[in-house]
């Protein structure tokens, strides 16, 4: 049975454009480098402990995991929703917006120290008490769709890519 928690549609660049992956996989290179000198903070580490408290996030590693063109995400398909606090970093810090009802993937103006630490705290601050435990939503921070929802919008979008890639050119040949 397909998993009815929150879903995201995902969308990347629709061409092999070697320069925007490599920058974009050098700020993500940066911000996970400006994550671990946060982390190796004991107060920092102690004021966002439940972003670490079963798995430090991995901002590098998820960067390089991210290569689908368009793809639909299930937050918790992992159980601990560490891959949800990744990507919600990841969207704190802008590597994906939110355009047309679906995040892609974009280049970050500037990454650094302190806009890592404040993701974190945006992060932190989706807080929920449920009774003797405190659990961190970051979905809160993200437009959510269903999996039918997103499923219905990635069939869409890959329609649209196709018909955009096989239109004729209006370029006449001299």
Not at 34 to 51: G, H, K, R, T, Y
Request: glycine share 4%.
């Amino acid at each position: 049975m397909p998993h009815a928690g929150p879903h995201i549609l995902v969308e990347t660049t629709n061409k092999a454009d070697c320069r925007f992956f490599a920058t974009w996989l050098v700020k993500a290179a940066e911000a996970q480098e400006f994550w671990s000198q946060a982390m190796s903070d004991p107060d920092f580490a102690d004021e966002v402990i439940l972003l670490h408290i079963m798995s430090e996030p991995d901002l590098a590693a998820f960067a390089l995991e991210s290569r689908h063109h368009v793809a639909v995400l299930d937050l918790y398909a992992d159980e601990m929703g560490l891959f949800c606090i990744e990507l919600t970093m990841m969207v704190q810090l802008g590597f994906f917006v939110w355009v047309g009802g679906r995040y892609q993937m974009a280049v970050p103006e500037k990454i650094t120290f302190a806009t890592v630490k404040q993701a974190a705290f945006d992060l932190s601050s989706t807080v929920s008490d449920w009774g003797d435990v405190e659990i961190i939503e970051p979905e809160c921070l993200l437009h959510l769709l269903s999996r039918e929802d997103a499923e219905t919008w990635r069939s869409r979008l890959i329609e649209m890519r196709h018909f955009n890639a096989s239109a004729p050119s209006d370029r006449r040949i001299q």
